[in-house]
């Protein structure tokens, strides 16, 4: 019972509103094995690291909390990453932001029974459920209609996820062997601006995901601060493109284009809509190949995706999604 078997990850950035929920869902878990929460404050200004504080005190062999003076993720969100991973001392690592939260307190137990019986799997996930900013919950879930519970392999999983651009587990989910998350090259970690994705990519290319059929967290979805948000606007949202073309283009370097068949189209989907932002990013070769790999609906949607037309139509999916959840 002494080594620390499972380290949490757990960031918080201005979620006063909801750590609290949080943290209990973290601290309650029953297990056989020692767990560590490293929550990590990025200087918050609403008051998150006082109840993280509270916490801290009553949890004092569980929570291992990090208070940032300034703003690191403004920085480069790398520096936050850098700042859990440094402290973690587990051989698996489990994530949950601030703003969300586990529903099932032996989560960490099933997670870390089915990796250590299955060798072969890197990265166990689950069903996730959507929940409003209140924290009422809804009957949507975030589960793949693809695959059924068990094992996934790996190729074949991104192979579909650059075919269907659907991630289809939530961070929430995430349980990684720590050989696994620690093996991802620096340059995939760099060039992509959140860490899911390259996190599922990248256990997949190491082995087999599993994927368990419960619901053992939950998902805020339009809370303030959230990522679906901040996608309302548009800088912020060419910016997620932009980088999303720079992670995968060093993923097929890392892995020597083993899959570059597969995700090709994806990144020129996403250069076009680069394009009519700034044209003078592509020569005129490059743009004859971008636009050849498209069909005709696909150059329709990256020549308005960020004009101000296309704008006002991701800020009113995102108010519909916010009416549908009644948020």
Partial sequence: MDHIKVSVSCTVYNQKRYVRKCLDGLVNQKTDFRYEVIVHDDASPDGSAGIIREYENRYPQIIKAVYQPQNRYSVNPVLVQDAVYSRVQGDYVAFCEGDDYWCDDYKLQKQYDLLQSHPDCGLC?????????????????????????????????????????NQEFQTSSYFIR?????????????????????LLLWASVKGSLYYLGDICSCYRVLSAGSTNEA????????????????????????????????????????????????????????????FSALSLKERLIAAVKFTKAGNFLRNIRQDILRTILRI
């Fill in 178 to 198: 720590k050989d696994v998350l620690f093996s991802m090259p620096q340059s995939i970690r760099d060039a992509y601006f959140v860490g899911d994705i390259p």
């Fill in 125 to 165: 996930v689950h069903k996730v459920r959507k929940v409003k900013a209140d924290g009422t919950e809804t009957e949507y879930m975030i589960a793949p209609g693809r695959f059924e519970p068990g094992i996934i392999d790996g190729n074949r999983y991104i192979r579909e996820l650059f075919g269907s651009h």
């Fill in 231 to 290: 996608l309302k606007n548009r800088e912020y949202a060419i910016m997620r493109v932009k980088t999303s073309v720079d992670g995968n283009l060093a993923f097929n370097r890392a892995t020597e284009g083993a899959y570059w068949d597969d995700m090709k189209h994806d990144i020129m989907r996403k250069k076009a809509q680069l394009y009519y932002v700034d044209k003078k990013m592509f020569t005129k070769e490059e743009a004859e190949e971008i």
